[in-house]
């Protein structure tokens, strides 16, 4: 069985590397694409830019989003995600630093599927990662894994 791809769009290193680590330490070995601003992950997924060329119908089990992203802010990033055919069923958790109101009803309001807010405590932030990547990954049934047989 293939393993599915994780995009994480994420501007600060620290919080790639973290995530990286927690996923690593959680042994979830998935495929992490990174993406370090909001325009960089929109050509990722329609294989645009430096990614031209890349097959677009394999799409990500997950994206982990922040909110707060240079070039095109994260809630941009969903809004565009979610009106483009090819990728509006794809799973989107918003894992950010933000704990806002209106950022937390916008994201849903987007169709967002969930929202986390990033734990400060590093043990925290393991277990939180760890939990996401099972989750989205190994346990979640999308359109594209049910139609493919794949699990």
Known sequence: MEKQIILLIEDNPDDVALTLRAFKKSNISNRVIVAKDGLDALDYLHGT??????????????VMLDLNLPKLDGLE??????????TALIPVVILTSSA??????????????SYIRKPVDFEQFIEAVKLLGLYWTLWNETPSSS?????
């Open 147 to 151: 139609l493919s047989g794949r699990r």
């Open 77 to 86: 990033v969903l809004r565009k995600i979610r009106q483009d055919e090819l």
């Open 100 to 113: 806002e109101q209106k950022d937390v009803v916008e994201g849903y309001r987007l169709g967002a599927n």
């Open 49 to 62: 830019g430096q990614y031209s060329g890349r097959e677009t119908k394999e799409l990500p089990a997950v």
